[in-house]
């Protein structure tokens, strides 16, 4: 199935969350598209965003406590800082078939968090 990108705003946000590795925020993502479209409206980019994570074309990172941010499709898991809410990609590869024969029926899809304190965190627990 071929998605069309329907607005300039549209290709410009998908372009920057596939380009970055650092899972921006709406508001991130807006400070970046004003480079290229100074009158946006936050507004604009967060329709365009449910939009293009609706449609598959970016993937929506909820965290609780932190505001959502976005990533590119390509299929990777994340491990989450429980405190600082810090947001790394790690690679898994696919636990698919895994996790089909624990559930006992195929699924579409999973995302996968694994919680941890990142070094800076640990240190300042002085662990």
Same mark, same amino acid.
């Not at 993502?29 to 009158?39: K, N, S, W």
């Not at 980019?45 to 941010?69: A, F, H």
């Not at 405190?83 to 624990?102: F, H």
């Given at each position: =199935?071929?998605?069309?990108?329907?607005? &300039?705003?549209? %290709?410009?946000?998908?372009?920057?969350?596939?380009? /970055? !590795?650092? #899972? =921006?925020?709406?508001?991130?993502?807006? =400070?970046?598209? *004003? #480079?290229? $479209?100074?009158?946006?409206?936050?507004?604009?980019?967060?329709?365009?965003?449910? *939009?293009? /994570?609706?449609?598959?074309?970016? !993937? &929506?990172?909820?965290?609780?406590?932190?505001?959502? *941010? $976005?990533? *590119?499709?390509? +299929? #990777?898991? #994340?491990?989450?800082? %429980?405190?600082?809410? @810090?947001?790394?990609?790690?690679?898994?590869?696919?636990?698919?078939?895994?996790?089909?024969?624990?559930?006992?029926?195929?699924?579409? /899809?999973?995302?996968? &968090?694994?919680? $941890?304190?990142?070094?800076?965190? +640990?240190?300042? @627990?002085? =662990?």
């Amino acid at each position: =199935m071929v998605l069309m990108i329907v607005t &300039k705003y549209a %290709k410009k946000i998908l372009e920057i969350v596939e380009q /970055s !590795r650092n #899972h =921006m925020t709406a508001e991130q993502i807006f =400070m970046e598209l *004003r #480079h290229t $479209y100074p009158t946006v409206v936050l507004a604009t980019v967060y329709n365009n965003l449910n *939009r293009l /994570s609706q449609d598959d074309l970016i !993937r &929506k990172v909820t965290v609780e406590g932190t505001p959502d *941010r $976005y990533d *590119r499709i390509l +299929r #990777h898991d #994340h491990l989450v800082c %429980k405190e600082c809410g @810090k947001l790394l990609d790690v690679d898994l590869g696919d636990l698919t078939t895994q996790l089909e024969q624990k559930v006992g029926t195929a699924i579409l /899809s999973y995302d996968l &968090k694994l919680v $941890y304190l990142c070094d800076e965190c +640990r240190k300042k @627990k002085g =662990m």
